[in-house]
């Protein structure tokens, strides 16, 4: 049972922007904090930005100012905004909960060239 399906990662020069998505089943999505994470190449997973229930946000340090974080709670999907990528955000991008995780999906790679 697919939990998790994330998409909207590409190959991006520096300075360039994208969205990614995530849809999420209604078991993992409704009462959840949710959460974006992304591994780089021989490196953790890393947490990126989380979204509580009621919309607040947290960004790592590395990413605030540049990516956004929403979600719609109509359509079971988390979304990351991400503007000014720098060559150090190329990494494969998960979304799953925050405090509860279930098993993780395929991800999304994410590719910026200097």
């Known amino acids: 049972q697919v939990q998790l399906v994330e998409s909207g990662g590409a190959l991006v020069q520096a300075g360039g922007s994208l969205r990614l998505s995530c849809v999420a089943s209604g078991s993992v999505f409704s009462f959840n904090d949710m959460a974006w994470y992304r591994q780089a190449p021989g490196k953790q997973r890393e947490l990126v930005a989380h979204i509580t229930t009621g919309g607040g946000t947290n960004y790592a340090d590395s990413v605030k100012g540049r990516f956004t974080i929403s979600r719609d709670n109509a359509k079971n999907t988390v979304y990351l905004q991400m503007n000014t990528l720098k060559p150090e955000d190329t990494a494969v991008y998960y979304c799953?909960?925050?405090?509860?995780?279930?098993?993780w999906g395929q991800g999304t790679q994410v590719t910026v060239s200097s």
């Open positions: 799953n909960g925050r405090w509860h995780t279930v098993p």
